[in-house]
C-alpha cells in the first residue's frame, strides 16, 4: 500500500510540471514579444521627446516674431547683414520661459530679401526636466554680430 501511494504521488507531480521543452517554448515567446516591443516602445519615446521639443520651438517662434517686429527697424537699419541673439539673454529678459524643457545655444537673425525682411535660424540644444537630451545644435555659424536686447 506505501508503494502504491508513492508511485501515485510520483504519477501526480509529473502530470502537474512542466517539461523542458514547455519552458523553452514559453521563453522564446516571450523573447519574440520583447523583441517586438521594445523598439516600439523607444520609438514611441522619441516622437514624444520630438512632440515636446517642437512644442518648445513653436513657443519659441511665437515669442521671436514678437521680438523681430519690435526691433525690426533697429535690426534693418544696421549695417551688418546677420545677428545673433543668445537664447539665455532671451530668458534674463523674460522673453522666453522655460517649463519641463531647458535650452541653450542662440537664435541667428538674417537680413534678406534686399535688406527688408529678416528670417531666423536656431542653434539650441535643449533637455527634458529628467536631463534627457531632445535636441542638439547649438553650433552656430561665426561672424554675425551679437545683439543685445534692451
Known sequence: MILEYGVDNMNNINQKAFTLIEMLVVIIII??????AIPSVRNITNQNKNKIYQTHIEIVEVKRKLLMDQ??????????????????????????????VFCNGSIIITKSGNQKSLSADYYLSCVDKNNNSLHEDNTAPSGCATFKIS
Open 71 to 100: 526691433y525690426k527697424g533697429e535690426l534693418l537699419s544696421k549695417k551688418e547683414n546677420c545677428f545673433q541673439i543668445d537664447y539665455q539673454e532671451l530668458l534674463k529678459n523674460e522673453w522666453i520661459t522655460e517649463q519641463g
Open 31 to 36: 523573447g519574440i514579444i520583447l523583441a517586438i
